[in-house]
């Protein structure tokens, strides 16, 4: 039985407006702990092929085997794109952000309990599933309880969160495995950081169950989601693990592995977009212009989990520095959202204001973006090395357009859809558009393999974009009635 949520942000003419600032808040933490415990996958990987040890630093290929490791967890994490945001639809939008907080944390810890590449992989593939149905529950809460003249800039604020949660996995990873040397867990320190932002994650699920009891709806029944989340899972799992070990036994080379993930997640797409068609949401989660959205999108979790993933250890190469001089750096990239996300959410408002619509911004955003990473291709291709200063610059300068570009594709998104179906539609577009972050670490990590250097791969991640910038061109925007 469907179930919508029971409150709204809302003011009507006998309730006074509620705080909906204060869930912006809330999600905003939730935001940052996920992005967190994603984000320090990359950091620990490069300091084991830093200093050759784990199952990362001892093997023959250690980039092409981090960025599979990357990719995979994206497989997980795509698989539950489209079922979350169903299932927020059915069950509710709070229930799924507060299992999805509950699950990482879990799932966290595990990874940096477990021993072996197999164990590893298997708790970073579950905390994926997990963290999976966060995305398009949080999307709709803010859409459906902020003043439609403020909900491009919530959607920017609250994902401020994930600019915050990469500049913390990028900087404090290195401490923490630092912490965690001084402790005496040697070669086990980079367990240390899954242990300490697990505890944080746990302690932010708390707070938005608190929230959401409080102020939205009273009593969480976590039970029944919890366990079609489970059924969910378990299948996905099974087939995204069993990829992995078929692959170890039988000696596939890493991109092969990558293309065995990427295939099964086209698989998983087709068979859902073949459910969709035979419902009535068809017309509506399938359209031309949302289908273009989703296409397009795709460029932007690929640049995203580039340079997520892999700038720590493309500033470490290109300028010869320290692990943490390099993390410092590239947080330039990863803090430029907490400007980007909330301006360029400001800015898609007040052009909705002027009549003028969000579309041109987000091509001209997504424009400039990619001509500022083939700056940055250049600055770390030619044989010298570039300045820390000069790298951190550019990150800088790249990340705000690239992160003011988000909520504005995302509230374009959500008024091309009826409100009931905003959490599928988020489903949709996170599972279309993850097939570039399952692509991105791993082919990326191929590409420096093949030619040395991290240039090519840098002028492929611009180049997406481009071509992103001239599909959002095709969409026929629709604007939302502004009140509020």
Known sequence: MTRSEPTTFL???????????????????????????????????????ENKVGFIGEASDPRALGGLVGSLFFTGYMLTQYPGGRLGDRFGHREMIVLS?????????V?????????????????????????????TLILN????????????????????????????????????????????????PFLVFAAVSVLVALACWYFFHRHLGGALRLGPPL???????????????????????????????????????????GVIVARIRRTPEASTLLGRDIVIIYVAYIAILWNLWFFSFWSVEIVREAADSSLLAA??????????????????????????????????????????????????????????????LLLGLILFCSGLFFNALQPIAQGITGDLVPEKQRGSAFGMLNLVSEIG????????????????????ATWVAGGIMLVSAAMYGLVREKRPVLTG
């Open 437 to 456: 972050a399952v692509a991105s670490p791993v082919v990326s990590g191929v590409l420096r393999d093949a030619t040395g250097d991290w240039a090519v």
């Open 111 to 139: 990874s940096g309990i477990v021993v072996g590449l197999i164990a590893f992989v298997g708790a970073r593939v579950l905390t994926g599933l997990g963290e999976g149905v966060f995305y398009s529950n949080d999307r």
């Open 11 to 49: 003011s009507t003419d006998d309730a006074p407006r509620k705080p909906y600032r204060a869930l912006w808040l809330v999600l905003l933490l939730g935001w940052i702990v996920s992005y967190a415990d994603r984000t320090l996958t990359g950091p620990v990987i490069s300091w084991m092929i």
């Open 227 to 269: 366990l079609r989340l489970l059924a969910v899972s378990a299948p996905l799992l099974v087939a995204v693990l069993g990829l992995f070990i078929l692959a170890d036994e039988l000696r596939w080379p890493t991109w092969g592995t990558a293309i065995g993930s990427g295939l099964l997640a086209v698989l998983v797409i």
């Open 101 to 109: 907080l509950l699950w990482a944390a879990v799932m966290t810890a």
């Open 145 to 192: 309880h902020t003043p439609p003249a403020k909900r491009t800039l919530g959607l920017g604020v609250v994902i401020s969160g994930l600019s915050i949660g990469l500049t913390l996995g990028l900087i404090c990873t290195p401490l923490l495995i630092d912490w965690g040397a001084s402790l005496g867990m040697g070669i086990g320190s980079w367990r240390m």
């Open 327 to 388: 993390a410092l750096t590239a947080a330039f990239n990863a803090g430029a959202g907490i400007i980007g996300f909330p301006v360029g959410g400001w800015l898609a408002d007040r052009a909705l204001r002027r009549g003028v619509g969000r579309k041109p911004l987000l091509i001209v955003f997504s424009v400039v973006y990619s001509l500022l990473v083939f700056v940055f291709a250049l600055s770390i291709s030619g044989g010298s090395e570039p300045s820390l």
